[in-house]
Nanobody, 120 residues
Protein backbone atom coordinates (compact mmCIF):
# COMPACT_ATOMS: atom_id res chain seq x y z
CA UNK A 1 0.00 0.00 0.00
CA UNK A 2 1.42 3.36 -1.01
CA UNK A 3 0.88 6.32 1.27
CA UNK A 4 2.20 9.72 2.29
CA UNK A 5 3.14 10.25 5.92
CA UNK A 6 3.68 13.77 7.24
CA UNK A 7 5.50 15.01 10.31
CA UNK A 8 6.77 18.23 11.82
CA UNK A 9 3.72 20.27 12.70
CA UNK A 10 3.18 21.95 16.05
CA UNK A 11 2.81 25.18 17.95
CA UNK A 12 5.21 28.02 17.23
CA UNK A 13 5.33 31.70 18.12
CA UNK A 14 5.02 34.39 15.45
CA UNK A 15 8.36 34.87 13.73
CA UNK A 16 9.38 31.30 14.46
CA UNK A 17 10.21 28.42 12.14
CA UNK A 18 9.02 24.89 11.49
CA UNK A 19 10.03 22.19 9.04
CA UNK A 20 7.46 19.78 7.66
CA UNK A 21 8.38 16.45 6.13
CA UNK A 22 6.36 14.10 3.96
CA UNK A 23 7.61 10.65 3.04
CA UNK A 24 6.04 8.38 0.44
CA UNK A 25 6.17 4.69 1.24
CA UNK A 26 5.27 1.52 -0.60
CA UNK A 27 6.23 0.02 -3.94
CA UNK A 28 6.76 3.24 -5.86
CA UNK A 29 8.40 3.48 -9.24
CA UNK A 30 8.44 7.27 -9.52
CA UNK A 31 6.77 10.44 -8.29
CA UNK A 32 6.24 13.54 -10.37
CA UNK A 33 5.16 16.76 -8.74
CA UNK A 34 4.97 16.89 -4.95
CA UNK A 35 3.33 19.72 -3.09
CA UNK A 36 1.97 21.17 0.11
CA UNK A 37 -1.53 22.50 0.59
CA UNK A 38 -3.13 24.01 3.66
CA UNK A 39 -6.61 24.50 4.98
CA UNK A 40 -7.44 27.01 7.67
CA UNK A 41 -10.68 26.78 9.68
CA UNK A 42 -13.62 27.90 7.57
CA UNK A 43 -11.54 28.30 4.44
CA UNK A 44 -10.91 26.28 1.31
CA UNK A 45 -7.79 24.21 0.86
CA UNK A 46 -5.13 26.20 -0.96
CA UNK A 47 -1.83 25.45 -2.64
CA UNK A 48 1.21 26.53 -0.64
CA UNK A 49 4.08 25.27 -2.77
CA UNK A 50 4.98 22.51 -5.18
CA UNK A 51 8.10 21.08 -6.73
CA UNK A 52 8.72 18.96 -9.79
CA UNK A 53 10.97 15.92 -9.88
CA UNK A 54 13.65 18.12 -11.47
CA UNK A 55 13.42 20.73 -8.72
CA UNK A 56 11.35 23.48 -10.32
CA UNK A 57 9.25 25.23 -7.71
CA UNK A 58 6.34 27.59 -7.38
CA UNK A 59 4.81 29.23 -4.33
CA UNK A 60 1.67 30.98 -3.24
CA UNK A 61 2.23 34.74 -3.08
CA UNK A 62 1.47 34.72 0.63
CA UNK A 63 4.48 32.53 1.45
CA UNK A 64 7.08 33.68 -1.09
CA UNK A 65 10.33 34.61 0.59
CA UNK A 66 9.36 32.84 3.83
CA UNK A 67 8.77 29.19 2.85
CA UNK A 68 11.06 26.87 0.92
CA UNK A 69 10.04 23.56 -0.60
CA UNK A 70 12.62 20.89 -1.36
CA UNK A 71 12.71 17.17 -2.02
CA UNK A 72 14.94 14.14 -1.82
CA UNK A 73 14.03 11.89 -4.74
CA UNK A 74 16.07 8.99 -3.40
CA UNK A 75 13.96 9.02 -0.25
CA UNK A 76 10.65 9.95 -1.95
CA UNK A 77 10.41 12.77 0.56
CA UNK A 78 9.36 16.39 0.28
CA UNK A 79 10.06 19.10 2.85
CA UNK A 80 8.61 22.51 3.63
CA UNK A 81 10.83 24.89 5.57
CA UNK A 82 8.66 27.63 7.03
CA UNK A 83 10.34 30.74 8.41
CA UNK A 84 8.99 33.99 9.83
CA UNK A 85 5.67 32.31 10.53
CA UNK A 86 2.60 34.47 10.97
CA UNK A 87 -0.70 33.76 12.74
CA UNK A 88 -2.39 33.60 9.33
CA UNK A 89 -0.22 30.58 8.50
CA UNK A 90 -2.18 28.58 11.06
CA UNK A 91 -3.79 25.66 9.23
CA UNK A 92 -3.71 21.95 8.65
CA UNK A 93 -0.98 21.28 6.10
CA UNK A 94 -1.41 18.43 3.63
CA UNK A 95 1.18 16.78 1.44
CA UNK A 96 0.09 15.90 -2.09
CA UNK A 97 1.53 13.83 -4.92
CA UNK A 98 -0.78 13.78 -7.94
CA UNK A 99 1.25 11.39 -10.10
CA UNK A 100 2.64 8.43 -8.18
CA UNK A 101 3.63 5.58 -10.47
CA UNK A 102 3.41 2.05 -9.11
CA UNK A 103 3.31 -1.41 -10.65
CA UNK A 104 -0.48 -1.17 -10.90
CA UNK A 105 -0.81 2.31 -12.35
CA UNK A 106 -0.80 6.01 -11.48
CA UNK A 107 -2.34 7.35 -8.30
CA UNK A 108 -2.88 10.65 -6.55
CA UNK A 109 -1.96 10.56 -2.88
CA UNK A 110 -2.74 12.88 0.02
CA UNK A 111 -1.18 12.84 3.44
CA UNK A 112 -3.24 12.75 6.61
CA UNK A 113 -2.50 16.37 7.46
CA UNK A 114 -0.41 18.00 10.15
CA UNK A 115 -1.55 20.96 12.24
CA UNK A 116 0.56 24.11 12.34
CA UNK A 117 -0.48 26.69 14.92
CA UNK A 118 1.20 30.08 15.04
CA UNK A 119 0.33 31.87 18.23
CA UNK A 120 1.91 33.74 21.11
Amino acid sequence: QVQLVESGGGLVQPGGSLRLSCAASGSIFSIGVMGWYRQAPGKQRELVARITSLGSTNYADSVKGRFTISRDNAKNTVYLQMNNLKPEDTAVYYCNAPGVRTATGFFELWGQGTLVTVSS
